[in-house]
């Protein structure tokens, strides 16, 4: 199992007008080959930047303010732009979590795919556009030869997402991230999304990193997890283990509080809410809403340390509670 | 089931479709919104409508509130008709009825007003309704705060002030003012952060069980009906597929649709495998429904009479309503 992006201490701010948004503050982990990764987390926890940042992409007020990144164990720090822009595609492919905002909607699906496909193999335009059929055939859309001439705006919730899959995919990556990539499709579309990202990996034989806030995406389509809280790394396990086992005390909140489809519980809320990120709270970004926290909370930072086999968590006191769920 | 509280009768809702022309906007179709529905919300329970985006849900709640005016049907609040009743009644009563039900809305940040206190929002209705005498605002407001979990100081804050969870709690809190029986609840949690959700699911449990209110609660997350109804109906394209107490829907679903449903969702245990039923092609626009049932375009069991018969919706075991021509197969 090899090891394919490497993410090192990152952090990434954004210098606003309000303050400095620490958006993502000292992440890390790696995502091997043939292990598909979740970042999980709520909304503003850091996922989407984590990996836009990993992948070069961040734009102004922004700034990657410390980190490095590596891609099978080389580093992608020192390339320029040109060299990031086809790292970005033939290496890692990237589904956004609005399509509509990766589809230009001036051009046609044909056109889109084609470009993309040139910006990556020396392909011409007829050659590429063949390829771009194929392409819209692989991610299941019907009558592949009419949809290359449709607008975006021609096309339903389900079919933009495809496309988009389908030009994340022609560069070739070996990683695809998918950043919620069915959160604004209807439950019976997402079924099919879900569906056509399994049968890509094994058919491309591409890893996977899925960035997602619903823990039940993340218990069916991956292996490992990273649970990220207000820009920081809270646990790292393997999927089953967060599931399991978890030790951080907001993992283990997080699953206590979403309802279930197969049972009835009661569910118990975390209190309080999402912390702002300019001005964090002191010590232990959950200190105020964790059920646990101790003075040692509010005063230190707790650092990422090893709870196991390849197991990370980020808490003062994961030795002395017990968070195991009742079965 | 108990009595019910609020009952609607075959009601139809169609919206036009324009077509702009040079000169002329022309109408080329209808959105079948509401095609015929009938159910019945009991008191003191909750009744979840779930489907997926367009089918009707928001349109539905709203005709029940007549905040939409329907093309034919009836809704009735308490045996008296609603849309008559507001129409004919002495202002009294028809103040009385408007104030017997209310909405919650999906987006806690557009529904309330970024320059009114807390104070003000929740006492809007009494401006309104001038049911509560003045010197008691200040105590109702309070005993509001409190029943939706805010404290006293908030009443002096802006909405700006509060996260999205608390700000669905100040719209609940609106809505409670008017004492109602009924309230239709669209979406209440799906703008919410995860670790949100739940504080609002469980107000919406506590408010039932101390104040006997019913629910209409929409919503296209089947995980959170589950949790907070006692009663569901599934709706595709306009129309009801099934209507049954909650845990026959859930454990023991007769409609195709609703089985593809549930079987979609993914369950936050890794160690259960899901048999998934993966329905091709789109949701069909609702401008030309697909002739038949509905849903037989997408259906896994769909045979030549479900291209030309409508099912009816009817009973199959006790209380348990399904639409479609071989339910008895999954039963
Ligand atoms: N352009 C920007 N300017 C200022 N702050 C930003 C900008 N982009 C992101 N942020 C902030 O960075 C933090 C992390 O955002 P990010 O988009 O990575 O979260 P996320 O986990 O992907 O959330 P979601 O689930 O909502 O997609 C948030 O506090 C967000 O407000
Ligand atoms: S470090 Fe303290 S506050 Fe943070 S999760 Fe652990 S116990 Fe809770
Ligand atoms: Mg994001």
Redesign the interface.
Known sequence: MGELLRVDDLRTYFYTEAGVVKAVDGVSFVANEGEPLGLVG??GSGKTVTVLAAMGIVSRPGKIVSGKIFFKGEELDHKSEKEMRKIRGKKIGYVSQDPNSSLDPLFTVGNQLVEVIRTHFEDTKDQAWDKGVKLLKLVGIPEADTRMRSYPHEL?G??KQRVAIARALAGEPELLVADEPTTNL???????V??LLKTLGKQLNMSLILIT?????????TKRVVVLYAGKVAEEAS??EV?QTPKHPYTA???A??????R?EV?????G??PNLITPPSGCRFHP?CAYAKQICIDQIPPLEESGQRRLVACHRWKEIDLRRKA | MPEALVEVQDLVKYFPVYQRGVLLKKKVGDVHAIDNVSFKVGRGETLGLVGESGCGKTTTGKVMLDLETGDSGKVLFEGKEVHESLKKAPRSEKLALRRSMQMVFQNPYGSLDPRMTVFDIISEPFVIHKHIPHVEWKDRVYSLLKLVGLEEYHAERYPHEFSGGQRQRISIARALATEPKFIVADEPVSSLDVSIRAQILNLLEDLQKKTGISFLYISHDLSSVRQVSQFVAVMYLGKIFEYAPVNQVFDKPLNPYTMALLSAVPIPDPVRQTKRIILPGDVPSPVNPPSGCRFHPRCPYAAEVCKTDEPPLRELGSGHLVACHFAEKFA
Do not use: C, N, W, Y
């Open positions: 709520e909304s339903s389900g079919m209807d439950v019976t579309i997402q079924a099919q879900l569906d806030h619903d823990m039940g995406l993340i218990a069916e389509m999927t089953l599931f909140a997080l699953l509080s979403v309802p279930r489809l197969d009835k569910l118990v809320p975390i209190g809410g999402i809403r």
